[in-house]
């Protein structure tokens, strides 16, 4: 079957029983009663192209490929990541909305900077509301940053804002009132809580979503 991407159509040839397993979205068309399942062509016309090809690697080898992260492209990959996210939310890929979980996790223990107005914006932008990257991000930056007391409400996302608020009252009302090593913290955070699986299910973190890789 044949996937075209973005405004100049690039085309991806994919094996319809993968991708039909892998996503909702995608099992749906091609295998109901509609256009794409007689032509088995399907247009995704506001999708990146460079995001739609990690999808496609993922698809196949269960690793997300992302760039090696620098200080000049930091931004870009967590652009990509959240793109990537975003897609796994519109195409109903559950496996892939926990692998930029893992990625976006992994990336940020590796970089240890919390995200200015601008990434933040960028990131509610392009996600649903409540969603695991958002809330994932929040506790983040409730971690790393000293105090979350420094935030412009006027410069900052409003839902973001509110989320965080809402996450610090939770940890206070939990005793978490400070964490003391907080590099040790995030990386031995539970990601089975920013997962999505099945009710009543679990997952480990690296067992159901794959491995990421940064091309060097």
Not at 192 to 205: L, M, P, R, V, Y
Request: with cysteine; hydrophobic share 40%.
């Amino acid at each position: 079957m044949t996937i075209k991407v973005g405004a100049t159509a690039t085309e991806f040839s994919v094996h319809k029983a993968l991708i039909c397993a892998a996503s909702t979205y995608f099992r749906a068309a091609f295998e109901g009663p509609f256009r794409e399942g007689t032509t088995q062509t399907i247009r995704l016309p506001e999708t990146r192209t460079s995001v739609f090809k990690i999808f496609v690697g993922w698809l196949y080898t269960q690793k997300l490929e992302l760039p090696l992260v620098d200080e000049s492209n930091e931004a870009k990959t967590m652009i990509s990541l959240t793109l990537i996210y975003a897609l796994g939310d519109e195409c109903g890929v559950e496996g892939l909305r926990n692998a930029a979980i893992d990625a976006t996790h992994a990336f940020m223990l590796g970089t240890w900077k919390y995200l200015n107005h601008r990434g933040i914006d960028w990131i509610y932008d392009h996600t649903p509301r409540n969603c695991a990257l958002r809330r994932l991000v929040v506790r983040f930056y409730l971690i790393v940053a000293s105090s979350v007391a420094h935030i412009d409400m006027e410069t900052f996302n409003h839902d973001f804002v509110s989320e965080l608020a809402k996450t610090s009252l939770a940890f206070i009302a939990k005793g978490q009132r400070r964490v003391e090593d907080r590099y040790t913290y995030w990386r031995e955070l539970d990601l089975c809580a920013f997962h999505d699986h099945a009710e009543g299910t679990t997952c480990s973190s690296n067992s159901a979503t794959g491995e990421t890789e940064i091309d060097e």
